[in-house]
């Protein structure tokens, strides 16, 4: 069974930052993964994919890694602002099933 | 375009009482999941729907949760005989399709379910 873990939990950083968010799972037969954001009482905004074939994608100040074989992948923010301030999400779509799998999230809190 | 609609937003019920949720994908959008999330806890797989293909059952906690899909458009999430369990915010998503972990999944704002 897949599992999916990301770390911290929670983080508070200052505006203008750097961060880096991180997320494990346990299968690495995965087709994808996605990371997400929500906000309090909102669904969740798809922020990048990326392929199992790909190791990054980008958007904007944002940038995601993927280490299939390690079974990790990193989400980088750079120059953190106030706006960015909600909880991401982790998600791996499966090889075999039809779900995604999610990590329980990074709250993030930047400070002005 | 428009997105992914739920309805309603929220939704308080009475312990016993059977709800019905709705889920509008986007236009063209063949596959449609249903997910809960609980408060405080990640988001869990319910339920999948892939064209006209049987959908994918596997992830209903109980046999008082059940869903349909009237050909490629609008999903109903049925629970009878709420507990109070079942408090959550239910999640619709679409896709474009196909394999669904191969493409990018949408998600709507959710309905808050309460049950006291």
């Known amino acids: 069974k897949q599992e999916v873990t990301q770390i911290p939990a929670a983080l508070s950083v200052p505006e203008g930052e750097n961060l880096v968010l991180n997320c494990s799972f346990t299968d690495s037969a995965i087709y994808n993964l996605q990371w997400f954001r929500q906000d309090p009482g909102k669904g969740l905004t798809s922020l990048l994919l990326i392929q199992s074939s790909q190791r990054e994608q980008t958007s904007g100040r944002l940038n995601a890694s993927l280490d299939k074989s390690s079974g990790r992948s990193t989400l980088y923010i750079a120059a953190s602002q106030p706006g960015d301030s909600a909880t991401y999400l982790c998600a791996v779509g499966e090889t075999s099933g039809s779900r995604l799998t999610f990590g329980e999230g990074t709250q993030l809190t930047v400070n002005p | 375009g428009a997105g992914v609609s739920q309805s309603p937003s929220n939704k308080v019920t009475e312990k016993g009482k059977d709800v019905e949720l709705r889920c509008d994908p986007i236009?063209?959008?063949?596959?449609l999941y249903w997910y809960r999330q609980r408060l405080g806890q990640g988001l869990e797989f319910l339920i999948y729907?892939?064209?006209?293909?049987?959908?994918?059952k596997s992830g209903l906690p109980s046999d008082r949760f059940s869903a349909e899909r009237t050909g490629e458009s609008v999903s109903t999430l049925t629970i009878q005989r709420t507990q109070q369990e079942d408090s959550a915010v239910y999640l619709c998503?679409?896709?474009?399709?196909?394999?669904?972990?191969?493409?990018?999944?949408?998600f709507g704002p959710g309905t808050r379910l309460t049950v006291t």
């Open positions: 729907f892939q064209g006209n293909s049987a959908p994918d």
């Open positions: 998503a679409s896709s474009l399709g196909g394999l669904a972990g191969a493409t990018e999944q949408y």
């Open positions: 236009s063209g959008h063949t596959a």
